[in-house]
């Protein structure tokens, strides 16, 4: 059977989206739409693994039994969050297994800062590229980084390619429990006099890179995005979601919200869609 023309391809897409259809086979896609989604899936399986393998020195390193247990859960959630992600490239096309030998996860710089950009070859979102150092690392990057994944991951969780949409429903829901672990002992720390400090230190280290991860205002490719249906909002919208949600939980933990500006030579043109 003769190759679908490119053209055509492309307009029966088009009008599947505009009625709110979801791509489900990978010879509706065209070549545009399929590279898209394959960058898409792969920043977010790349982050999920890098961030398992950031999370696993506290499992030895966390403060009592109850918390190793804790920390190893979450290191298995973002492990198979990762796995559901690789499979689903799978069907697009990418030798996962390949692509996982030929890059380093557990990567990590030594810079305090380096704005968003990425320091190797892989597509992970480069707030995986920091090292955890402290426990209070640990807890901001709970705090800060998992909100921001949960609120970029809701575009996916109703995207235009279904199998996508179906695999996030998983995840989600577990994201939103790592959130919880990280608000109850930022609560927790926040309250005692004697860890306030290191948590609010935390807190400004983790905030503007986090504030970092969601892309320029008015990107271009999110355009396109949006209109391919693989995101549903403008990265700004994301961001001050995110903020917002931010700024009530400090009011009520007696933190302060760091300062954060966007620095033109900073902003990437790409958001992070994790987890």
């Known amino acids: 059977m003769a190759k679908e023309p490119e053209r055509v391809k492309q307009e029966k897409l088009q009008e599947k989206l505009s009625r709110g259809g979801k791509v489900e086979m990978l010879d509706e896609m065209t070549d545009e739409y399929r590279g898209h989604l394959t960058h898409l899936m792969m920043m977010q399986a790349d982050s999920e693994l890098a961030g398992a393998f950031g999370y696993v020195p506290w499992i030895t390193k966390s403060p009592d039994i109850k918390e190793t247990l804790q920390v190893a859960q979450i290191v298995k959630d973002e492990v198979r969050h990762a796995r559901v992600m690789y499979r689903l490239l799978e069907g697009v096309g990418v030798d996962v297994d390949r692509y996982y030998k030929e890059h380093n996860f557990n990567l990590r710089v030594d810079q305090a800062d380096i704005g968003t950009l990425r320091v190797a070859d892989d597509k992970r979102v480069n707030i995986f590229y920091y090292p955890i150092e402290t426990w209070f690392d640990f807890i901001m990057f709970n705090f800060c980084m998992d909100r ?29 429990m790592h959130m919880a672990h990280g608000d109850q002992w930022t609560q927790r720390l926040s309250e005692d006099s004697k860890t306030h400090a290191g948590l609010q230190k935390a807190l400004d280290k983790w905030y503007p890179r986090t504030m970092n991860i969601f892309g320029r205002k008015d990107s271009p490719k999110n355009a396109i995005y949006r209109k391919l249906g693989l995101k549903k909002r403008d990265n700004e919208e994301v961001r001050q979601a995110f903020a917002k949600d931010v700024a009530g939980l400090c009011a009520k933990f007696r933190l302060r919200v760091p300062d954060w500006k966007p620095e033109a030579s900073k902003m990437s043109e790409e958001p992070f869609i994790p987890g």
């Open 148 to 176: 921001g994944a949960g609120h970029q991951l809701e575009d996916s969780l109703d995207c235009s390619y279904k199998p996508w949409c179906e695999g996030m429903e998983g995840i989600f829901k577990e994201e939103a």
